[in-house]
């Protein structure tokens, strides 16, 4: 069965602290793997990975793929409170696209 | 660019009837999902449509169904509402059935009451 699990559940930390955000997978036909953050309503995409060791940088956000252990790891460095929202982790298998449970994240100022 | 809109923002219904919820894909995008997100949950997905035909479907029951038009437009129907179908209702595109990048519209909050 499909299946992607997100950790932490929930993260609190103070402003200019690094996180790590964590998402493993099973999945029959793995197509690409999504990251989204999501603060009110609609999930707002961050990166498209399809390729082990290959790192995605956006600003402070970084995000990295390991096909071989079945994870990937979001970092944010240098937080700031508009970086507090649910972070979302989801799978293409092709035919549609699996999501955790998403880490809700708190940046305290 | 027009990214992915949907219609209404919100919507209060009562239990046994039902609702019709619309979405217009991203620009260029050819394939709509939706999803269905509870509170605390990640989306859940319900089904896809692509070339306007139900093309994978979730753990829905028949109760959820939908139609795709030939703008690539969607529609997303629920019968016979339940309490437990109250969610925020996601509509996601893409370019092609397996299109890598999937983009989501600002969803449809549905209060059953």
């Known amino acids: 069965e499909d299946k992607v699990v997100q950790s932490p559940l929930s993260l609190v930390v103070h402003e200019g602290d690094t996180v790590t955000l964590n998402c493993s997978y099973e999945?029959?036909?793995?197509?690409?793997l999504l990251w989204y953050k999501q603060e009110k309503k609609a999930p707002t995409f961050l990166f498209m990975l399809?390729?082990?060791?290959i790192e995605k940088k956006s600003g402070r956000l970084s995000s990295i793929l390991d096909k071989k252990e079945l994870f990937s790891i979001l970092n944010i460095t240098a937080t700031q409170t508009g970086d507090s929202a649910v972070y979302l982790c989801?799978?293409?298998?092709?035919?549609?696209?699996?999501f955790g449970t998403g880490t809700s994240l708190t940046v305290i100022p | 660019d027009a990214g992915v809109t949907q219609s209404p923002t919100h919507l209060i219904k009562t239990r046994g009837q039902q609702v019709t919820l619309r979405c217009s894909p991203k620009?260029?995008?050819?394939?709509v999902s939706w999803y269905q997100q509870a509170l605390g949950q990640g989306p859940q997905f319900i089904f896809q449509?692509?070339?306007?035909?139900?093309?994978q479907r979730g753990n829905f029951p028949d109760r959820f169904s939908g139609h795709q038009f030939p703008n690539y437009s969607s529609e997303l129907n629920v019968n016979a509402l339940l309490l437990g179908d109250s969610a925020l209702y996601l509509c996601?595109?893409?370019f092609g059935f397996g299109g890598l990048e999937q983009y989501f519209g600002p969803g449809t909050r549905l209060t059953v009451t």
């Open positions: 620009s260029g995008h050819d394939t």
């Open positions: 999945v029959t036909n793995f197509r690409s």
């Open positions: 449509y692509y070339e306007e035909e139900e093309r």
């Open positions: 989801a799978l293409n298998t092709g035919n549609q696209f699996y």
């Open positions: 996601a595109s893409r």
């Open positions: 399809t390729s082990s060791g």
